[in-house]
């Protein structure tokens, strides 16, 4: 069963890269902040559904955020090589799948001390709801209309 809705969530993700042409906006950065603000928000809603056992719908809710990821990905790529130039574009994006990596392992410390003390759905509401509060105070100043 588990590898079934693994290959699901996988060919849905794959699907979402595929066809994340289709979604390019007109305001990319508006864009990138509102899908990672729906990101966070469904990480919220994973962890709120979790502490009331409500499995199904973490699945959807985890099939969406990878959705979600799949989609920005690719479109956040090309933003970068369209801004960046060729002679460093290969040092930007080392740098920034170093930064990805460090910051990934620094939230999974946080989330395993707090559901190591709590459980695993307070982790996930603490995380994304300090995730959100972040975009929201760094991101959303001036965002292009």
């Not at 969530?9 to 950065?29: D, G, R, T, V």
């Not at 759905?121 to 994304?128: D, E, P, V």
């Amino acid at each position: 069963m588990i590898g079934a809705v693994y290959f699901i969530i996988y060919l849905l993700s794959a699907l979402s890269s595929k066809n994340a042409y289709k979604f390019k906006p007109k305001h990319i950065s508006r864009f990138a902040k509102i899908t990672m603000l729906l990101a966070f928000s469904l990480g919220l809603l994973c962890g709120l559904f979790l502490e009331f056992s409500l499995g199904w719908l973490i699945l959807i809710l985890f099939a969406g955020v990878f959705m979600i990821e799949n989609t920005r990905k690719p479109l956040l790529t090309s933003l970068i090589s369209e801004e960046v130039p060729t002679h460093v574009l290969s040092s930007v994006l080392s740098a920034q799948s170093s930064y990805k990596t460090m910051i990934t392992a620094t939230i999974s410390l946080f989330i395993g001390y707090v559901a190591d003390h709590y459980s695993i759905g307070i982790a996930l509401i603490s995380c994304s709801f300090i995730l959100i509060l972040i975009a929201l105070i760094l991101g959303i100043k001036k965002t292009p209309h």
